[in-house]
Structure formats: C-alpha cells, structure tokens
C-alpha cells in the first residue's frame, strides 16, 4: 500500500512539473482532425456485424466535450455481443479532456468488483495492408448493476500510443503538447455482458471482448491520427 501510495506521489509530481512546463511553452493548440470520419467505419469486421446505437443527446454530449465518436454494438452469433464506444478530441487544452470510465459507470450504477491490466496481441493494420504484429495493454474491469455483470475493456490512444495508465495518459498528453503542440487522443471502450454467474461465464465474456480488440484495432489507424 505504502510502495502504491508513493508510486502515485511521484506520478502526480510529474504531472505537475510537466503541466507547469506546457503551461509557459505551449499556449496555442491547433485541433488535430479526425482522419476519416467514423461515420465509415465498417459496419462488417472479421465476422462480427454492426449495427449504430442512438445518438448520444445534447446534454451528454457537453458533458463529454467529444468531438467525433462512434457508439455501436457489434454481434457475432446470437450469444456473443459486445459494445463500443470510440471518443476522439481533438485538442484537451480548452476544458474538454477525456473522461474516465471510472468517473462515470459509478455515476450509472455500476460497481467495479474487480481491476487488472491485459496485455492482447494485435495487428497495427489489417494483414492485408500490411498489418504487423504487437502487443497493447489495456484495462479490464468486471463491474455490477444489480444483477448484470459486465466486462470492461479499455485504453486511450493518442498519436500512435496505447496507454492503459491513466496517469502515464495525462504526461504523455503534456509531453506531445510541449513536443509537438498536440493534446489530441482518443478512448476506446469494449464492452462484453457476462450471461452467468461462475467463472466460466467471466472468463467467455472476456474472450469476447478479447476477440472483438484484436478485430478492431488494425482499423483504427485509419481514423485516429499517429
């Protein structure tokens, strides 16, 4: 406990020293574009099928402060399903930063009953086009409504960087803005149910939202910006 304690001191320090440093250096962002808009992004990938949920309304979406997103839910059989949300800013220098999910699923109801970091093996592009392969980490979180459990999976992508961490997001955000005068990034959400009550069941939604990451990713090059 001490040892986390510490560990968040140090980052938090950092974070205060990097932001006292892009404050004076960086006053000026230029909003990085979307590449494509994610009103194209497929609606068929490796065999899961798309269909668009509605649209987020206006007093969501300025609480949000998003300036594109994609909110679908994707099946692969009649028991297998998961949802995505993508949340893409372009600049976080006005107020509008990304929000956590930990922010707001307990705001919806919902209890994390647990947490851990997941490593998943993907594709930089689809094999086609000449994808190679690495691997990322992201979050897992299980969490509880009543008697629904869910799976969570999710990261923050930002000029070609998968972080997990949400105190390493933030840095990173304040080194690209004093680097390259850029605050733009994106947050990426899957989420699978859990239709059981035993580990089993877990452990099968987690590979559903495995399989749908590792499905998902080489597309994303195409819209959010390196």
Known sequence: ??????????VLSAI?????????RASVTEPVKIRESFVT?????????GRKLPDFTEDI???LGVDEYLNRA???????????????????RQGDAIHSPL?????AGWEALSKSYLPVSVLTAPADQGGTPKTIEINRYVIRKGLDKQVVLYWYQSQGRVVANEYW???????GAIKSNRTDAAMVRVI????GNDAASEAKAEQSAVDFVKALYPHLGRYLPN
């Open 74 to 92: 994707y099946q692969r059989d009649a028991r297998t399903g998961v949802g995505l949300y993508v949340g893409y800013y372009e600049s976080q």
């Open 103 to 107: 922010n707001c699923l307990p705001g």
């Open 41 to 49: 992004f497929p609606n068929n990938i490796d065999g899961w099928t």
């Open 169 to 175: 997001s933030k840095i990173y955000m304040v080194l």
């Open 61 to 63: 979406l300025k609480v």
């Open 1 to 10: 406990m001490a040892r986390t304690q510490t560990t968040r001191l140090l």
């Open 16 to 24: 205060l020293f990097a932001s006292a440093v892009y404050t004076a």
């Open 192 to 195: 699978a149910p859990i239709l």
